[in-house]
T-cell receptor
């Protein structure tokens, strides 16, 4: 089915481990985004990408790495997970023009 | 700086009744987009309704409508004939068309049977 999918939906890891959250969209949207959602903070932008091979930092990029070698994929890597990165992560996409974001189902990450 | 404020952390409404969720924003831009997203317990963020600032007519989607007051920088969401499935967190969001989207902190709506 067309849409935007995230995997895994749930992940438990330990401090210091590397974790990669995957995001795949089938619409060929130009823009893709990674947000984290925490109680009291709402949605905060981690990284975004305007096109393949073009990425840029958002509001809270520290401790995260992204890549976008193909238009449809936008993985988010936590190189050395910390407890403060326990959160729900949302991937989103958008067309090249202004408009609404389309969200994935979210990935709940717990760092012990 | 652009901001979005949702002043009602929690609300409840009886099934079949009407409820209005408030959202105010601040921007110096003249053209922008406003959205209401619904986040049910399943966690999925679902677009409820969108409004382009250059359109004077208030957007409507079935039981959902907005009251867009550009001068007052207000963008409230009205849900008519509330249903149990409307129980969710509702987020107001703003973008001026760049990569940046500003989200409010959300209003938790509970529809009572």
């Amino acid at each position: 089915d067309a849409g935007i999918t995230q995997s895994p939906r749930y992940k438990i890891t330990e401090t210091g481990r590397q974790v990669t959250l995957m995001c795949h969209q089938t619409w060929s949207h130009s823009y893709m985004f990674w947000y984290r959602q925490d109680l009291g903070h709402g949605l905060r932008l981690i990284y975004y990408s305007a096109a393949a091979d073009i990425t840029d930092k958002g509001e809270v990029p520290d401790g995260y790495v992204v890549s976008r070698s193909k238009t449809e994929n936008f993985p988010l890597t936590l190189e050395s997970a910390t407890r403060s990165q326990t959160s729900v992560y949302f991937c989103a996409s958008r067309t090249g023009g202004p408009g609404e974001l389309f969200f994935g189902e979210g990935s709940r990450l717990t760092v012990l | 700086a652009q901001t979005v404020t949702q002043s009602q952390p929690e609300m409840s409404v009886q099934e079949a009744e009407t409820v209005t969720l408030s959202c105010t924003y601040d921007t110096s831009e003249s053209n922008y987009y406003l959205f209401w997203y619904k986040q049910p317990p399943s966690r999925q963020m679902i677009l409820v309704i969108r409004q382009e600032a250059y359109k004077q007519q208030n957007a409507t989607e079935n039981r959902f409508s907005v009251n867009f007051q550009k001068a007052a920088k207000s963008f409230s969401l009205k849900i008519s004939d509330s249903q149990l499935g409307d129980t969710a967190m509702y987020f107001c969001a703003f973008t001026s068309g760049t990569y940046k989207y500003i989200f409010g902190t959300g209003t938790r709506l509970k529809v009572l049977a």
